[in-house]
Structure formats: structure tokens, C-alpha cells
């Protein structure tokens, strides 16, 4: 059989969702030893898979999103003839006629709306979420299978766009970042603290500054912390520049808390494996996630985590993580004051979070993704 799978959005310049695309299409090739592949991908990845077995390439720089995508992709898809087709996100072509599957990472943006989510003008906006809740509702309806990374988002599509739970498949993701699980010597300890302009004790928070990341709440719990304890805490925010970093940047320089909050922008896996080891607790205080990616990686470097008992993560985390109420600093502050007293209690987090991580992996993903191909060229 002819499998086509949309990899535009191949390699890690996509972040997260360019992290998913590698390791599907990967694993797939990996473990599939009976279809042949059309790969669409981008001028700039075309080159790692010319002249594989049973995999042929399709240059495809059809932008992400928009009207083109629309309009030219089924004409690009329909002309490979495919048995099947995987859309690894939301955005498949209205007008593709023939067998698809579609992934869904998320609706975090059904719920995250709002002027403080955009950049763009109102009116812009406006027409722009429309059209994403119009596409997100035709191409879930029209999708012969649909791939989500976790319960919650299985059930958030049944609930919400009356998908039948049948036609849904959860296959987790994983861990696959090169952070590496570091004992400092105190010299280098002392060299990273000062490069950075931290010290011990402080948290961690790694991922974006999108409202829905609850960011605004941690920052607060930090400041009520430290209004009333001996100690002080600092707080690490690890971000890539951009519109939200700044509007955030903005707000700790007003209130006077650069000592307090540092803003470290973006941080290679080298040194945020060293900052890791130095930290306290990496905290997640987001009020919706598909998967809840950041917080499997502090644990698979024993960094205890401390999250909010919202969406996926309950799910994901299992009982490797100390959970709270993402609506309440008091509740955060309590759980951190917690983790600073009770040692025990670091090293049970720190431990239970190795064993999370092992369940899972992308191997598993891929093979998973395979059975659910085949299921539906049967």
C-alpha cells in the first residue's frame, strides 16, 4: 500500500510539533517493512531520506496555515495516487477527497482566546479563529481515524466536537531532548550560578510565555514566598524571545524583580542540564496541555516537578509530580514551601520520575501509529 504522510513541519525549527513529525516519520519508516512512503516535505529536509527503500520524496514548501495550503495541497496529495494519508496536525485540507488521518496534539486554542493571546490586529485576529474552529470541526469530522497524545485530549474531542470515541487513537509521545543527568562539581556550580546570575535555592520554568502557560501565577507565588520566609527563592524563566517574553519582561522590570526573576531566554540542552541539577523543582503552573512535554524532561534528569492538576498532566504525570490548583498561589506556594522542607520528599519525586519517563517512548509511538494504519488499509 501507498502511505502519504504531510512532513512539512519536519525538524526541530517547529519546535515541538517539528519534534513529533521527526520521530513519526522516523519510527514509521523504522518499523513499516511492507507500505511504501511518500514523504512532502520541505526543500531544506528532502535530502535526509533520497534514496531510501520504499520512500519517495515530494518537495512541498506550501506554506503552513493559510488559504494557499487550502486550495494547492489536494492537488499535491491527489496526484500521488495514496491508499492513505497522515496529517500530523490540525490543518488537513478541506478539500482532500480520499482516506486521511489526522493528528490533534491539542484544542488549547478553543480555550486560550482573547486579545492578550495575539499578536495581531482585533479584526485579524477575529477572522483567523474563526477560520481555525471551522477547519479544526470540518477536518475532525471528515478524518477516517484520528492520533492524540493523551486521554484528555481524546475526551476533550468527544466532548467538545462530538468525535466518536471509536475513531480515536491515543499514542503517547515521549522524551527525546539530549538533556543530560549532571552532578556539578562545586566549582562548576559556582560558574553556572554566576554565569546566569542565580542562586541556590531557586525553580525553574521552561516554555513559553502564552497566557494559557498560567506564567503570571508562578511569578506570583514566588513574590508571596518570599514576602514571608527566611529564605528567598528565585524563580528561572527559560524562553525564547518574542512578543509574550517581552510583554513579560516588561511586567518583572515594573514590579522591581530582576534580582528575583530571571528571564534567561533561550538555553541550549548543554547548559539547561546543568541549571537543571542546581534547581529545586522545575514548575508547571499551565491551565491546559495535549501532552505536557517539559515536565517529562526535568524528570528524566531527576528534577523533581511540581505541576498543575489540570488537563493531561494528572495523566501523564502519574503520581511522579506534586500537583495544585492552577487557580490558586496559595495552594503553589504551599506546595513549594513544602518541597523546600522535605527532602525525603525530593528524592521520592526525583526517583518517581525516572520510572514515569520509561513508560514512555517514541519507539512505542511509531508502532502504535503502524497499527493504525493498518487497520484502516485492511
Given at each position: 500500500m501507498?502511505?502519504?504522510?504531510?512532513?512539512?513541519?519536519?525538524?526541530?525549527?517547529h519546535a515541538?510539533?517539528?519534534r513529533?513529525v521527526?520521530?513519526?516519520?522516523?519510527n514509521v519508516?523504522?518499523?513499516d517493512?511492507?507500505n511504501d512512503?511518500?514523504?512532502f516535505?520541505?526543500?531544506?529536509?528532502?535530502e535526509?531520506?533520497?534514496?531510501k527503500?520504499r520512500v519517495?520524496?515530494?518537495?512541498?514548501?506550501v506554506?503552513?496555515?493559510?488559504?494557499?495550503?487550502q486550495?494547492?495541497l489536494?492537488?499535491?496529495?491527489?496526484?500521488?495516487?495514496l491508499?492513505?494519508?497522515?496529517v500530523?496536525?490540525?490543518?488537513?485540507?478541506?478539500?482532500?477527497p480520499?482516506?486521511?488521518v489526522?493528528?490533534?496534539?491539542?484544542l488549547?486554542?478553543?480555550?486560550?482566546?482573547?486579545?492578550?493571546?495575539?499578536t495581531?490586529?482585533?479584526w485579524?485576529?477575529?477572522?483567523?479563529?474563526?477560520?481555525?474552529?471551522?477547519?479544526?470541526?470540518?477536518?475532525?469530522?471528515r478524518?477516517?481515524?484520528?492520533?492524540?497524545?493523551?486521554?484528555?485530549?481524546?475526551?476533550?474531542?468527544v466532548?467538545?466536537?462530538?468525535?466518536?470515541?471509536?475513531?480515536?487513537?491515543?499514542?503517547?509521545?515521549?522524551v527525546?531532548?539530549?538533556?543530560?543527568d549532571?552532578?556539578?562539581?562545586?566549582?562548576?556550580?559556582?560558574?553556572?550560578?554566576?554565569?546566569?546570575?542565580?542562586?541556590?535555592?531557586?525553580?525553574?520554568y521552561?516554555?513559553?510565555?502564552?497566557?494559557?502557560?498560567?506564567?503570571?501565577?508562578?511569578?506570583?507565588?514566588?513574590i508571596?514566598?518570599?514576602?514571608?520566609k527566611?529564605?528567598?527563592?528565585q524563580?528561572?524563566?527559560?524562553?525564547?524571545?518574542?512578543?509574550f517574553?517581552d510583554?513579560?519582561?516588561?511586567?518583572i522590570?515594573?514590579?522591581?524583580?530582576?534580582?528575583?526573576i530571571?528571564?534567561?531566554?533561550?538555553v541550549?540542552?548543554?547548559n539547561?542540564?546543568?541549571?537543571?541539577?542546581?534547581?529545586?523543582?522545575?514548575?508547571?503552573p499551565?491551565k491546559?496541555?495535549?501532552?505536557g512535554?517539559?515536565?517529562?524532561?526535568?524528570?528524566?534528569?531527576?528534577?523533581?516537578?511540581?505541576?498543575?492538576?489540570?488537563?493531561?498532566?494528572?495523566?501523564v504525570?502519574?503520581?511522579?509530580a506534586?500537583?495544585?490548583?492552577?487557580?490558586?498561589?496559595?495552594?503553589?506556594?504551599?506546595k513549594?514551601?513544602t518541597?523546600?522542607?522535605?527532602?525525603d520528599?525530593?528524592e521520592?519525586?526525583?526517583e518517581?520520575?525516572?520510572?514515569q519517563v520509561?513508560k514512555?517512548?517514541?519507539?512505542k509511538?511509531g508502532?502504535?501509529?503502524?497499527?493504525v494504519?493498518?487497520?484502516?488499509?485492511k
Open positions: 501507498r502511505i502519504g504522510i504531510d512532513a512539512r513541519l519536519y525538524g526541530l525549527e515541538g510539533l517539528g513529533y521527526m520521530n513519526l516519520v522516523d519508516l523504522k518499523f517493512k511492507k512512503y511518500v514523504l516535505l520541505r526543500t531544506s529536509h528532502k535526509c531520506f533520497m534514496g527503500k519517495k520524496v515530494v518537495e512541498c514548501n506554506p503552513i496555515y493559510g488559504i494557499t495550503e486550495l494547492i489536494p492537488f499535491i496529495f491527489a496526484k500521488e495516487r491508499d492513505l494519508l497522515h500530523p496536525h490540525f490543518n488537513a485540507p478541506l478539500f482532500y480520499y482516506k486521511f489526522l493528528t490533534i496534539h491539542d488549547i486554542k478553543h480555550d486560550s482566546r482573547g486579545p492578550e493571546t495575539t495581531r490586529a482585533p485579524l485576529y477575529a477572522i483567523k479563529r474563526l477560520g481555525y474552529l471551522f477547519l479544526t470541526k470540518s477536518v475532525v469530522s478524518a477516517t481515524a484520528i492520533l492524540v497524545p493523551s486521554g484528555y485530549v481524546r475526551d476533550d474531542l466532548k467538545r466536537l462530538k468525535v466518536p470515541a471509536d475513531k480515536i487513537t491515543v499514542t503517547y509521545e515521549a527525546s531532548s539530549s538533556l543530560k549532571l552532578l556539578l562539581s562545586p566549582q562548576s556550580k559556582k560558574e553556572v550560578l554566576a554565569k546566569y546570575g542565580l542562586s541556590q535555592p531557586f525553580v525553574i521552561t516554555g513559553s510565555l502564552y497566557p494559557h502557560k498560567n506564567v503570571d501565577l508562578l511569578i506570583d507565588a514566588i508571596k514566598h518570599n514576602e514571608s527566611e529564605v528567598d527563592l524563580l528561572a524563566l527559560v524562553c525564547s524571545r518574542s512578543v517574553w510583554r513579560t519582561h516588561e511586567k522590570k515594573n514590579k522591581g524583580l530582576e534580582g528575583t530571571k528571564m534567561l531566554g533561550f541550549d540542552d548543554g539547561l542540564s546543568k541549571i537543571y541539577s542546581l534547581a529545586l523543582a522545575l514548575v508547571h499551565s491546559i496541555e495535549g501532552f512535554l517539559t515536565g517529562l524532561e526535568a524528570m528524566s534528569v531527576g528534577l523533581p516537578v511540581i505541576s498543575s492538576n489540570t488537563s493531561c498532566l494528572p495523566e504525570y502519574g503520581q511522579a506534586l500537583f495544585f490548583d492552577p487557580k490558586s498561589v496559595k495552594d503553589l506556594v504551599s513549594i514551601e518541597l523546600i522542607k522535605n527532602p520528599l525530593r521520592q519525586l526525583s518517581a520520575g525516572y520510572l520509561r514512555y517512548s517514541w519507539e509511538m508502532r502504535e501509529t503502524i497499527s494504519y493498518k487497520t484502516l488499509l
